[in-house]
């Protein structure tokens, strides 16, 4: 059995029939909204230029060397040794989320602010969006459907990233830290929207309102597909597109742009 591919227009008018009560769509945001990943990107952008502070590192070196890794004098090579190992294999994905949003730690959110557009724009994220979802989104919120994003990468990131495609920030659910007198810390403030979690993210942003559709493009957004009356995958990479044909009423979205 194939997954059936659906164009941005049939997808909105399938949406369209479905309207009634009012409702809600959920995107995941790297590999979805856009091409790679904002939180890679800032990771990378910060370690390379020698960003990550002293505060971060006790509980980078704690996290290396619980896991027989080994450290660094400089915060920044641990980081990125840990980071390394991840791109290997040898570092759980989910733990990966969580120390890209703590590492940051002795940063002020001003400047994790600050922090995340120059990497941005360093890496022209502009350029990467998915205009096939523009449609999408032109047409929920020209009929006052709310639009959310669920995501591991870092909250502040998420929010500096969503802003191209007219997201608020109340509006967005992603692995926060802890933050003290506006200046944060090495440790998380809640769970990583991350598999399962995604679904509880999104119900805690959502409520009650019926929950008409979810975007993703990866197996660990198969959870928020299925939490949906329908799930839309976004240019599937091979884990997720192995495991399509198992989610009742998943269709795949055409690549078709639109320049806008």
């Not at 506006?182 to 929207?193: D, K």
């Not at 939490?227 to 795949?252: D, H, M, N, S, Y």
């Amino acid at each position: 059995m194939t997954t059936p591919v659906i164009s941005a227009t049939q997808l909105v008018s399938e949406l369209e029939r479905r309207l009634g009560e009012p409702c809600a769509i959920a995107f995941d945001a790297d590999g979805t909204l856009w091409s790679g990943d904002v939180g890679d990107d800032v990771f990378r952008f910060a370690v390379a230029r020698g960003r990550l502070r002293e505060p971060a590192r006790g509980a980078l070196e704690h996290e290396a060397r619980q896991r027989g890794f080994e450290t660094f004098s400089d915060v920044n090579d641990t980081a990125k040794h840990l980071f390394d190992a991840y791109v290997a294999g040898r570092y759980p994905e989910r733990d990966m989320c969580e120390l890209m949003t703590w590492c940051y730690a002795g940063h002020s959110l001003t400047e994790m602010r600050e922090l995340a557009l120059e990497a941005l724009h360093e890496s022209k994220h502009a350029d990467r969006l998915h205009e096939e979802l523009r449609p999408i989104l032109e047409f929920a919120r020209a009929r006052s459907i709310r639009t959310v994003v669920i995501s591991a990468s870092p909250r502040v990131t998420v929010e500096q990233a969503t802003r191209v495609w007219g997201f608020a920030a109340s509006d967005i659910a992603a692995s926060t830290p802890n933050v003290v007198d506006g200046v944060i810390t090495s440790a998380m403030s809640g769970a990583v929207p991350y598999a399962a979690g995604k679904v509880a993210a999104g119900r805690a942003l959502l409520g009650p309102v019926r929950w008409l559709a979810s975007f993703g493009d990866n197996v660990f957004d198969v959870e928020m597909l299925q939490e949906a009356e329908l799930g839309v995958a976004v240019r599937p990479k091979p884990a997720l597109q192995a495991r399509l044909t198992e989610i009742a009423g998943v269709l795949q979205l055409s690549v078709e742009t639109r320049q806008p």
